[in-house]
Nanobody, 114 residues
């Protein structure tokens, strides 16, 4: 059974930092491209960052220079380091894993507010 479990969300003040984790099980993690998406109320789900199995990364323009995606294949985990958070970063953050199939986690809430 494939599981992706996100953690690390919470409430943070503007300018603060959070690190999200997504732990995968039931897949050969090192073969999968991993992505972080987010969805704010009333908005469509949007791609935030991605990392290929070779380690190539890409970011949405809105988070470039503030967010960093990384992976630890030994721990079957992908991370999203989020710095200088802004209120507009408030959303539920989801990870997904894609090879031939696509899997999603359940999401973790990030709220940026003073």
């Amino acid at each position: 059974q494939v599981q992706l479990v996100e953690s690390g969300g919470g409430l943070v003040q503007p300018g603060g930092s959070l690190r999200l984790s997504c732990a995968a099980s039931g897949i050969n993690f090192s073969l999968y491209a991993m992505r972080w998406y987010r969805q704010a109320p009333g908005n469509e789900r949007e791609l935030v960052a991605s990392i290929t199995r070779g380690g190539t990364t890409n970011y949405a323009d809105s988070v470039k220079g503030r967010f960093t995606i990384s992976r630890d294949n030994a721990k079957n985990t992908v991370y999203l380091q989020m710095n200088n958070l802004k209120p507009e970063d408030t959303a539920v953050y989801y990870c997904n894993a894609q090879l031939l199939s696509l899997y999603w986690g359940q999401g973790t809430q990030v709220t940026v507010s003073s």
